[in-house]
Structures are given as C-alpha cells and as structure tokens.
C-alpha cells in the first residue's frame, strides 16, 4: 500500500512540472485544403499580464494548425495596442474548437493560451478598438537556450593562458573553458 502511494506521488510530481516546448514551431498551414473560414481581425496577447509586441500567433484543432499570424503584431496607434489578424480555417461551418498558441521569440518558447473560439464561417471576431483578448502565463522551467558561459568578455588585448589539463592540447577562437 505505501508503494503504490509513493508511486503515486511520484507521478502525481511528474506531472505537475510545466510542458515546455523551445525552439520556433513548426507550424505548416495549407488553407487550400478547408473549405470555409473565419477572421479574427484584431487580437492582442497578454502573458503575464503584459501585452506582446512581437512574436507568432497560431489557431489550432486538436494541435493541427488552422490558422498563423506570420507577420507578429502591428501597432494600432489610435489605441496604442498591439493586434494580431488571423484567418482561421475549417472544412465544418460551425462547431469546432479552436484553441491558441503563442510563441514569445524573445524566450525562445511556444505558451498556450487560455481563450478558445467556437468556429464560425463567415464570422468576425474582434476589431481595432475591442480586440479579442487572449491570455498566457510563462511556464516555470529552466531556459533550454541559456547561456552558461554569459555574455562574452570585451576584448581588451590582454589575455592569459591557465592549463587546467595536460589533455588539452589545442584551443580554437571561440572556445569556451
């Protein structure tokens, strides 16, 4: 019984930690092979509580992309907002799920959003002034594209050479220790 407890926890922990998926998506559109669409034409994002000014919107079914922003936001300055457009697509008038993914260019990682939209053909979703909201958190996990080493040292033209093995035998410019 305490096994299958500790086991259980032990999954229960597995679980809990964020999905995190890096690295830019390879999100594929072919909208030739829908037959009806629908617009968003004015999104904003907010991760975090904070609105994004760059990065890729997509809209998906089941995680098969129907829709990417490829251009990022543009700045709607009667408002000062950031909106994204999408054309969303279907091969059913109405009825599917449509779900949202950001991808923040700046953390180098894919954030799925809360919203979801019930397609629609035909339908407009959002204008300039009452942009049709979607929401983020950041996941906790650690940055897969850290850089341990920081950012590199300025030249100064001085520089000194530390053996730490007598295995090393040569070092390339741009090596790291």
């Not at 809990?16 to 009806?36: A, K, R, V």
């Not at 035909?122 to 906790?140: H, K, M, Q, R």
Request: aromatic share 12%; charged share 20%; proline share 4%.
């Amino acid at each position: 019984m305490k096994l299958r407890i500790l086991l259980l926890l032990l999954i229960s922990a597995i679980l809990s930690f964020p999905d995190c998926e890096y690295g830019e998506p390879d999100w594929q559109l072919t909208p030739q092979n829908y037959e009806f669409s629908a617009t968003i034409s004015a999104a904003s994002i907010y991760i975090d509580g904070i609105e994004q000014n760059g990065g890729k919107l997509a809209a998906l079914v089941d995680n098969e992309v129907r829709a990417i922003d490829y251009d990022g936001a543009s700045l709607f300055p009667p408002t000062g907002s950031y909106i994204f457009e999408l054309s969303i697509w279907s091969n059913q008038l109405e009825g599917e799920e449509i779900t949202f993914k950001y991808f923040d260019e700046q953390n180098n990682i894919i954030i799925d959003l809360n919203e979801t939209y019930i397609f629609l053909s035909d339908d407009i979703v959002g204008d300039a002034f009452n942009a049709f909201s979607l929401t983020g958190v950041s996941p906790e996990c650690e940055n897969e594209s850290t850089n341990y080493f920081g950012e590199p040292a300025s030249n100064t033209g001085v520089s000194e050479l530390f053996i730490f093995s007598n295995t090393i035998s040569t070092l390339d410019e741009g090596d790291h220790i």
